[in-house]
């Protein structure tokens, strides 16, 4: 028998036995704790669980009397079986669902653009080699401008002393 079963048959136990000692009225709180209740017709209906009470709030479990404890036991037990954590966790997973689909539609965009800045910054770089390409161009240019002038000024410095020194007729 596990620890777990064990413990259930002896709370089961002593919930019976304070339940037949005289002066204890303790079976009102199994009732409120969402165990089926039967109606006049015959059939059985769940109530939805109570919170535990204001002392137990917050407590540890190893805290609690056994009489508490079976009724923490039978608020849990009832908590689980009204079946409003199950439609809870399916609206939770739709929800999931839904934020998972915008996910993939962001990352897909995300992929997107990135592929559209991987062309972008190719585009750029071709055009800065060429701006740097035209750049020298027009560099050696200037260059080659500025050694024909002064080639010019030399020759024309030597054609003007050479004209000085011989008379015109």
Same mark, same amino acid.
């Given at each position: ?28 709180? #199994?009732? /409120?704790? %969402?165990?089926? $209740?039967?109606?006049?017709?015959? @059939?059985?209906?769940? &109530? ?44 939770? #997973?739709? /929800?999931? %669902?839904?934020? $998972?689909?915008?996910?993939?539609? @962001?990352?897909?965009? &995300? ?48 054609? %003007? ?9």
């Amino acid at each position: 028998m596990s620890t777990t079963s064990t413990f259930i048959a002896i709370v089961v136990d002593i919930k019976s036995a304070a339940m037949a000692t005289p002066g204890h009225h303790h079976h009102h709180r #199994v009732k /409120r704790a %969402g165990v089926p $209740a039967a109606t006049p017709g015959g @059939a059985k209906t769940r &109530r939805a669980p109570l919170p535990p009470p204001r002392a137990l709030r917050g407590a540890a479990v190893h805290e609690l009397s056994v009489v508490a404890a079976f009724d923490e036991l039978a608020r849990n037990a009832a908590m689980l079986q009204d079946g409003a954590a199950e439609e809870a966790m399916l609206k939770l #997973v739709r /929800r999931t %669902g839904a934020w $998972a689909k915008r996910w993939r539609d @962001a990352e897909v965009a &995300r992929r997107d653009q990135a592929a559209i800045m991987r062309e972008k910054n190719r585009e750029l770089l071709a055009k800065e080699y060429k701006i740097k390409q035209a750049r020298k161009i027009v560099e050696d240019e200037r260059k080659g401008r500025m050694q024909a002038e002064a080639e010019r000024d030399v020759f024309a410095k030597q054609v %003007g002393s050479r004209i000085a020194t011989y008379p015109v007729p």
